[in-house]
């Protein structure tokens, strides 16, 4: 009969010195990881922080776990050991798992004395810089922006004008109930004058007088603008230059003429999202064009609408984004 299993001392010594090893490596591993992670490289030290939620409590419960083993005698030596090889594997996992940009020598950040990785708040805000530096760049070359992304609502309001009254004689003419006439545009909508090109920038009336009716771009002419005024969100300035990075994608280099497009929203953005609301838009209401001298707005329903865009040769080998904006469907519009 087994009087059962008696390990050399020697090599009970070995095992021990291993697994102790082992723990020692990790725990000094860490530490060292923790440190730099926390120390003037990583700034904020958000990912000293993962490491230590990480790795810490795996550590002291190896260590408290290889101590009750050594405790037991040899019996518990092996149990120990695969506790320490499992205890050690979870570690490099949650390394791998947390720390995987650090680790993966292709997406390795790559730091000079004195920079640190940036956090959350600061790539949201070279974002929005590289966001605002596009949008500039497209307001130098043409009138996109200045017309369909920065105007106020009451911006767009002023570029349609006011109702043209329909006169006979030198006189206004009234409907049935008394109310003033409007001279219509095709489709039943409202014909407008004193239309305020929004490329002015805010208060235009205030500063320009008349010469704020007259085309930002071509002083000799009228502002013109159709029955709709329209425009994207405020805050949509990534909508905006996400949609003109797709549209330059379509452009035939080799065409020398103005290239028009017409695309669904879905098509610079994907086909998620309720991409309309990103649009705004008013036009003057063909029921009731006014109360009194107070002109009667509606707002559009972009439903079902394509954006159009133009772009011209820039004289450089490339092209330059004329214009941008949503185009609503106009049976929505009644």
Known sequence: MSKGFKAHPDNLAKAAKGAHGHAEKVERFSSNLDAKTRGRLLGKGRY???????????????????????AKGHRSIGHGLDITRKNINEAEE????????????????????????????????RYNKQVA???????????????????????????????????????????DHGKPKCHRLEGGYIQSEEKVDPAHGPNAKQRLGEDAHLDAEDPTKKHKCDAFS??????????????????????????TSPQIFRISPEEAWGPDGNHHEKFRD??????????GDTINYKPVDFRDAKLFAMYKPDGKGGHRLVTMYPEPIRERNP
């Open 282 to 291: 008013f036009y003057i209401d063909p029921d009731r064009p006014m109360t």
């Open 230 to 255: 329209t425009g994207f969100n405020p805050g949509q300035d990534d909508a905006f230059m996400h949609a003109d990075l797709h549209l330059r994608s379509l452009l035939d280099p080799d065409d």
């Open 94 to 125: 949650a390394i791998r798992k947390n720390m995987r940009r650090h680790q993966d020598g292709r997406d390795a950040v790559h730091l000079k004395i004195g920079d640190r990785v940036l956090d959350e708040d600061d790539l949201r805000d």
């Open 48 to 70: 000293g922080q993962i490491v230590e939620e990480a790795l810490r409590p795996i550590i002291d419960s190896m260590i408290t776990d290889m101590s009750k083993a050594m």
């Open 133 to 175: 530096e596009r949008i500039n760049g497209l307001r130098g070359q043409g009138h996109g922006p200045q017309r369909h992304l920065d105007p106020t609502d009451d911006m767009l309001k002023e570029r349609l004008g006011k109702p043209k009254k329909a006169e006979v004689g030198g006189k206004t003419s009234v409907d």
